[in-house]
């Protein structure tokens, strides 16, 4: 089984500035995908980032970017130059690939509120 | 590009009554599609996945059902809703399974 653990319930970050949100996971799989969805106050999860286990190149999109430590099974959030609209609540996830894994583990979230 | 769909977006109804949400995907061909719950507060939990028409796994023993009657369509319903069914649904597809999942805009259900 899965585990995913956010350590952060809140976090804060003053506009303009970078944040970093936490990430630990647990799996026995070796091909794995770990994501960062965002869910803003209308409540539709989006899809911030995604980073394929078997690489070892960091996941760029925009001004989010991951930091995917794999022996350490860490997988955190960086986004620079946060704006208003990043305020939301921010869930960590991964998923298998093989047969018969259809199911995404989610971390409970970090609700990040973005100071003007 | 794909879209996905839920309706309705908001649904308040006494215990005891029954349930039906609704899901359609646009865009794609023979998606994977899943039912999430999220309580208040809390994470999201799969209810439901189906990979193809007809076929549907059950995640959590439950007071809900889920179909499958065409390749873009994926119903959540119940018979006689409980208090403990409140809660926020939100519906995903994907292309390959376990793999990404794109999520609709959810419905939120308060059982009164």
């Known amino acids: 089984a899965q585990t995913v653990t956010q350590s952060q319930p809140e976090m804060s970050v003053q506009e303009a500035e970078t944040v970093t949100l936490s990430c630990t996971y647990d799996?026995?799989?070796?091909?794995?995908?770990l994501f960062w969805y965002k869910q803003p106050p209308s409540r539709q999860m989006i899809l911030v980032i995604r980073?394929?286990?078997?690489?070892?190149q960091n996941a760029t999109e925009n001004r989010f970017s991951v930091n995917f430590q794999k022996a350490a099974k860490s997988f955190s959030l960086k986004i620079s130059d946060s704006q208003l609209g990043d305020a939301a609540m921010y869930f960590c996830?991964?998923?298998?690939?093989?047969?018969?894994?259809?199911?995404?583990?989610f971390g409970k979230g970090t609700k990040l509120s973005v100071i003007p | 590009s794909q879209t996905i769909h839920q309706w309705p977006a908001t649904l308040v109804q006494p215990v005891g009554s029954p349930l039906s949400l609704e899901c359609t995907v646009e865009g794609t061909s023979n998606p994977n599609l899943y039912w999430y719950r999220q309580a208040a507060g809390r994470g999201l939990q799969l209810l439901f996945y189906s990979v193809g028409i007809g076929q549907i796994s059950s995640e959590v023993p439950q007071n809900l059902s889920a179909s499958r009657p065409q390749d873009r369509q994926f119903i959540l319903s119940s018979k006689k809703l409980l208090l403990s069914d409140s809660g926020f649904y939100l519906c995903a597809w994907s292309v390959t399974i376990g793999v990404t999942q794109y999520f609709g805009p959810g419905t939120r259900l308060t059982v009164l």
């Open positions: 980073q394929e286990a078997y690489k070892q």
């Open positions: 799996t026995s799989e070796s091909d794995y995908y």
């Open positions: 996830a991964s998923g298998n690939s093989g047969a018969g894994s259809y199911q995404l583990t």
